[in-house]
């Protein structure tokens, strides 16, 4: 499995901003697909995640401001960043998890840059 992540880039506060991450590879046993963000000397956080039958569950600091969806047919999560704040600035990361018989394997993109500025 491979993550393909793309869409983040620099905004000003209350802007919004789409990223995308593709994956491609054996993605039959990816159930659950999710974001992650890593800010400057801070662990990496779940954002947001959701799993192939579309229930999904959020970070409380994000609810109601972002919406991750899914194209299971083109192995695709998307994040929707709406009202977006300078503490959102961080490294997003898109994560695949996949089932195999001796347990779960997590799969990273490359991670894609989001500045807010206030």
């Known amino acids: 499995v491979q993550l393909q992540a793309s869409g983040g880039g620099s905004v000003q506060a209350g802007g919004s901003l789409r990223l995308s991450c593709v994956g491609t590879?054996?993605?039959?046993?990816?159930?659950?697909m999710g974001w992650y963000r890593q800010a400057p000397g801070k662990q990496r956080d779940l954002v947001a995640g959701?799993?192939?039958?579309?229930?999904?569950n959020y970070a409380d600091s994000v609810k109601g401001r972002f919406t991750i969806s899914r194209d299971n047919a083109k192995n695709t999560v998307y994040l929707q960043m709406n009202n977006l704040k300078p503490d959102d600035t961080a490294v997003y990361y898109c994560?695949?998890?996949?089932?195999?018989?001796?347990?779960?394997?997590?799969?990273w993109g490359q991670g894609t840059l989001v500045t807010v500025s206030s």
């Open positions: 959701i799993n192939r039958g579309g229930t999904t």
């Open positions: 590879g054996s993605f039959v046993s990816v159930n659950d």
């Open positions: 994560n695949a998890k996949r089932s195999v018989s001796y347990g779960i394997l997590n799969y």
